[in-house]
Nanobody, 133 residues
Framework: QVQLVESGGGSVQAGGSLRLSCVGS????????MGWFRQAPGKEREGVAW????????YYADSVKGRFTISQDNAQNTVYLEINSLKSDDTAMYYC??????????????????????????WGQGTQVTVSS
């Protein structure tokens, strides 16, 4: 059974930091796209960042550039999202997702990182991040 499981969310004060983790099991996400997304109540899902697990590239949405860092541990089939200088606007459910394919290019990651993000076939259940001012 293929699964993505997120953890690391929580309630923090504005200006604080969190590190989210996404562990994949049942499939080895090598040379493909993995990303982080978020959805706040009443808002559409937003793509936050993606990386190519084969080292083909990293991308950040403008809204998080400079504050969020996506990274990976291939040996552990894990992707992380380091979130710094948290703002109340960052309050949302954060999801990890992946493209279940191997050998895709970073150009493919660019193409599928667009709403509704249908190219990302595997999704986790989400981890809640709540920022209070």
């Amino acid at each position: 059974q293929v699964q993505l499981v997120e953890s690391g969310g929580g309630s923090v004060q504005a200006g604080g930091s969190l590190r989210l983790s996404c562990v994949g099991s049942g499939y080895s996400y090598s040379r493909t796209c993995m990303g982080w997304f978020r959805q706040a109540p009443g808002k559409e899902r937003e793509g936050v960042a993606w990386l190519h697990t084969g080292g083909g590239g990293i991308y950040y949405a403008d809204s998080v550039k400079g504050r969020f860092t996506i990274s990976q541990d291939n040996a552990q089939n894990t992707v992380y999202l380091e979130i710094n200088s948290l703002k109340s606007d960052d309050t949302a459910m954060y999801y990890c997702a992946a493209v279940r394919a191997s050998g895709v290019t970073s150009g493919y990651c660019v193409n599928v990182f667009r709403p509704p993000f249908a190219g990302f076939g595997d999704w986790g259940q989400g981890t809640q991040v709540t920022v209070s001012s």
